[in-house]
């Protein structure tokens, strides 16, 4: 069993920053990924960015992509969502999840947080 808990969400003016942090406990050595999906009202969940917990490789959506940048502290069994520039459209729960054979696709991953609610006011 993994066990997420989501933070830094927040209210926040566009071009703002916002720093997410996911901090994991439990089993975590058995999942391939973590990742960031967020959620829109009456969108479906969207892969936002993800990091290979062997090798640290990292994968971003185009919409993240020179905005957002993923990053883990293994030592802490953390993992961080570094957003820059943000814009209205970035609005959405953000997820922390854990798991996953296919980078960016949700139903792969096993283990979600809670949420946390990311609003950017134009």
């Known amino acids: 069993q993994v066990h997420l808990v989501e933070s830094g969400g927040g209210l926040v003016q566009a071009g703002g920053s916002l720093r997410l942090s996911c901090a994991a406990s439990?089993?975590?050595?058995?999942?391939?990924?973590m990742g960031w999906f967020r959620q829109a009202p009456g969108k479906e969940r969207e892969f936002v960015a993800a990091?290979?917990?062997?090798?640290?490789?990292?994968y971003y959506a185009d919409s993240a992509k020179g905005r957002f940048t993923i990053s883990s502290d293994n030592a802490k069994n953390t993992v961080y969502l570094q957003m820059n520039s943000l814009k209205p459209e970035d609005t959405a729960v953000y997820y922390c999840?854990?798991?996953?054979?296919?980078?960016?696709?949700?139903?792969?991953?096993?283990?979600w947080g809670q949420g946390t609610q990311v609003t950017v006011s134009s």
């Open positions: 999840a854990a798991g996953g054979s296919v980078v960016a696709v949700p139903k792969y991953y096993d283990y």
């Open positions: 439990g089993r975590t050595f058995s999942s391939f990924f």
């Open positions: 990091i290979r917990r062997s090798g640290g490789s990292t």
